[in-house]
C-alpha cells in the first residue's frame, strides 16, 4: 500500500532511516574513545590551562574524537527532520492512496450490499482504516531501523558478554506477551462494538444537524438523544476501561521484571570495572549500550505487539476489498442497442430482498415498449419502487427474467445499461455542491458543458429557481458549507428533475417528481414530461392520479403483481382497485 501510494517518498523514508540506525553505536563508540582518552591524558603532566590543553600536541586525538561526535550530532538531528518531513508527506499520499481505491472499490459494489447492516459496519471499519495509517507505517518503519541498531548495539556486547543479550531477552518476554494479550482484548471490543459506534455517531449527527434540527426542537427530542448518547458512551467506557486497567496493572509487575534484569547486568559490568577486566570507557560504553538496548528491544517487543493489533484492524480494510459485487458485465457483454427497438419484458419476475421472507415482486409480466410511457400505480408496498430497480438492473431478479429487445438484461454491459437510464427516486440526494453541479451529476462527464446544464434546467423548470439565487448557476446550495444558501422542497425537486434531463437518456423513470411540488408547477412539469419522453421510453411512478392519466398505459400493482392493465379510461371503467383509489382521492377535491 505504501509504495503504491509514493515509491520515491518510500524509498526516501527507508534510507533515511538505516542512516539513523547506525548513529547511535557510532555516538557510544566515540563517547568511549573520549572517556578513556580523558583518563590517559588525566595521568600527565601537561598545561595548567584548557586553552593549553586544546592547542597541545597529545590532546589531537581528543580534539579529534569531540569534533567527530559534534559531527554525529548534527547529522542525528538533519537526519531525523528530514525523516519527519518525508513521513509526514508519505503519511498523506498513503491517506490519499487509500480513501481514493476504498470509494473506488465501494463504487463496484451491489445496493444490496449498501442496504445491509452487517456491510456498513464493515464498511465503517473499513472507512476509519482508510485513514491513519501512517501510524502502522511508521510502527514498521521503525522497526526495521530499530532492528538495525540493535543489531549493532548488541554486536558491541557480544565481544564482552554474551550472555547479557540472553538475560535482556529473557527479562522482556513476560511484558510483550502481556501486551500481546490486552492488544487482542482491545481489537475484540472495537469489534464487537461497531453497531454501538455506528449508533453513537448517528445519535451525534442527529442531535447538532442543520437537517433534523427543526424536529429536534419542536418535539423537543434533545434530552432524549443525549440520554441516548449517554448510555451507549458509558457502556462502551466500562468495557474498555476494564481492559486499561488490567494492562496498567500487569503492565507494572512486567516492567519490574525488566527493570531487574537490567540491574542484574549492569551490576556485573561495574563489578568487571572495579576488578580492572573493563577500563572507564568501556563501563560507559557498555552501561549506555545496555540501557539503549534495553529501550530498544523493550520498544521493539511492544512495537511488534502493537503492530500485530493494528494488522488486526487493518484486516477490516483488506477485508472490504475483498467483498466482490454479484451483479457484474458478462465476459462478452452485447453492445446497448440505440435506438431501443422493441422494449423490455418482464417474464414470471420475482424477487424478494436479502434476508426478507416476503417477496417484494413475483410472477411479475409486463411489457415496456420502445417510446411508450408506462405509469406504475398502486399502494405503498406494491412493489413499484422495486421495479425501477430491477429494471436499472440495481438488483437481478430471483426468478424469471427481464429482456431488451428479446434478449436477457444480463448480457449487457451493467454500465452501458445504466448509462441509458435516466432516473430520479423519491428520495433523490440533495447535493452540497453548486446549482450547475447539482444538476450536472446527472451526467458528471459533461459537467463542463454549461449550455447543456442551463438546457436540462430550463426542461425542468429549474431555471426560474437557478435565476433567483445570488450567484446563479455557481451558488452553493444546501446549508452545509458557507455561503450556501437553502431551497425548498419544490425547488429541490426541479433541480433533482434537471439531472434526468442533463443525461439525455433513452429510458427516462420518474419515481413521485412531483410530491413536493405545488398544483401549478406539478402541472407544468408533466406537461414538459410529456413532450420531452416522446419518442422515449418512459416510467412513471405517481400516487396523484391527475398524472398519471398521461400515460400511455397504466399498470396496477398490488401485493408486488400486477392486478390490472390499460389507459386511465379503460382502468376506471373495470371498477376494480384503480377505480376505487381515483374515486377516493378525487372525493377529496369534492
Not at 513476560?174 to 469489534?191: I, K, M, R
Not at 568501556?282 to 549506555?288: E, K, N
Not at 423548470?461 to 446549508?479: C, F, N
Not at 398524472?547 to 403483481?561: E, F, H, N
Request: proline letters at 3%.
Amino acid at each position: 500500500m505504501v509504495w503504491r501510494a509514493s515509491p520515491l517518498l518510500m524509498l526516501a523514508s527507508l534510507a533515511l532511516r538505516l542512516l539513523r540506525a547506525v548513529l547511535p553505536i557510532a555516538a557510544l563508540w566515540f563517547g568511549k574513545l573520549i572517556i578513556d582518552e580523558v583518563v590517559r591524558l588525566s595521568g600527565l603532566e601537561g598545561p595548567a590551562t584548557l586553552a593549553g590543553w586544546a592547542a597541545a600536541p597529545e590532546s589531537q586525538r581528543l580534539m579529534l574524537y569531540l569534533a567527530a561526535e559534534f559531527g554525529l550530532a548534527v547529522l542525528s538531528d538533519l537526519l531525523t527532520r528530514s525523516s519527519g518531513l518525508i513521513d509526514a508527506l508519505l503519511a498523506q499520499r498513503l491517506t490519499i492512496s487509500t480513501s481514493v481505491r476504498l470509494m473506488q472499490h465501494a463504487a463496484t459494489l451491489d445496493l444490496e450490499d449498501f442496504e445491509d447492516a452487517e456491510f456498513q459496519d464493515r464498511l465503517e471499519r473499513a472507512r476509519i482504516q482508510s485513514s491513519g495509517r501512517m501510524t502502522l507505517m511508521g510502527q514498521l518503519f521503525g522497526q526495521m531501523q530499530d532492528m538495525v541498531t540493535v543489531a549493532t548495539l548488541a554486536g558491541g556486547l557480544l565481544v564482552y558478554n554474551p550472555w547479557l543479550i540472553g538475560l535482556l531477552i529473557l527479562a522482556l518476554i513476560p511484558a510483550f506477551l502481556g501486551e500481546a494479550h490486552f492488544n487482542a482484548q482491545s481489537y475484540t471490543l472495537d469489534f464487537n462494538r461497531t453497531p454501538e459506534r455506528r449508533e453513537l455517531d448517528y445519535v451525534r449527527q442527529t442531535a447538532a444537524s442543520a437537517d433534523t434540527a427543526k424536529e429536534v426542537k419542536i418535539f423537543g427530542l434533545n434530552p432524549f438523544l443525549t440520554d441516548r448518547y449517554r448510555v451507549l458512551s458509558e457502556s462502551y467506557y466500562r468495557a474498555s476501561r476494564r481492559i486499561a486497567q488490567n494492562r496498567a496493572l500487569w503492565g507494572a509487575g512486567f516492567t519490574g521484571v525488566g527493570t531487574i534484569g537490567y540491574y542484574l547486568a549492569y551490576a556485573w559490568i561495574i563489578g568487571s570495572t572495579l576488578t580492572g577486566r573493563l577500563s572507564i570507557g568501556d563501563l560507559t560504553f557498555l552501561a549506555g549500550s545496555f540501557l539503549r538496548l534495553r529501550s530498544l528491544l523493550e520498544g521493539l517487543l511492544f512495537s511488534f505487539s502493537s503492530t500485530a493489533a493494528q494488522a488486526l484492524y487493518l484486516d477490516d480494510l483488506f477485508g472490504f476489498f475483498e467483498v466482490k459485487p454479484e451483479i457484474l458485465s458478462p465476459p462478452h457483454p452485447l453492445p446497448m442497442p440505440q435506438p431501443i427497438r422493441e422494449g423490455f419484458r418482464f417474464e414470471d419476475v420475482g424477487f424478494r430482498y436479502p434476508g426478507a421472507e416476503r417477496w417484494a415482486v413475483r410472477h411479475m409480466s409486463f411489457t415496456l415498449k420502445a417510446g411508450e410511457t408506462l405509469a406504475l400505480v398502486g399502494e405503498n408496498g406494491a412493489g413499484k419502487t422495486t421495479l425501477v430497480k430491477l429494471l436499472c438492473r440495481l438488483y437481478d431478479p430471483d426468478e424469471g427474467r427481464i429482456l431488451l429487445d428479446g434478449r436477457d438484461l444480463r448480457d449487457y454491459d451493467v454500465e452501458a445499461l445504466r448509462s441509458a437510464m435516466g432516473v430520479i427516486f423519491q428520495d433523490f440526494v440533495r447535493y452540497n455542491l453548486t446549482a450547475a453541479d447539482n444538476i450536472a451529476v446527472g451526467r458528471i462527464a459533461a459537467r463542463d458543458d454549461r449550455a447543456r446544464v442551463e438546457t436540462a434546467a430550463k426542461r425542468s423548470l429549474a431555471d426560474r429557481v437557478i435565476e433567483g439565487l445570488p450567484a446563479g448557476y455557481d451558488q452553493m446550495i444546501g446549508k452545509r458549507f458557507r455561503n450556501g444558501v437553502e431551497l425548498s422542497g419544490g425547488e429541490w425537486q426541479k433541480i433533482a428533475i434537471a439531472r434526468a434531463y442533463m443525461r439525455d437518456a433513452e429510458v427516462l423513470i420518474l419515481d413521485e417528481p412531483t410530491a413536493a411540488l405545488d398544483a401549478r408547477s406539478e402541472f407544468e412539469v408533466f406537461q414538459r414530461f410529456k413532450e420531452l419522453s416522446a419518442g422515449r421510453s418512459a416510467v412513471l411512478i405517481s400516487h396523484r392520479f391527475s398524472s398519471v392519466r398521461m400515460a400511455d398505459r397504466i399498470l396496477v400493482l398490488s401485493g408486488g403483481a400486477v392486478e390490472a392493465a390499460g389507459t386511465h379510461a379503460e382502468l376506471l371503467a373495470q371498477s376494480g382497485r384503480y377505480a376505487e383509489l381515483f374515486e377516493l382521492q378525487a372525493a377529496g377535491y369534492r
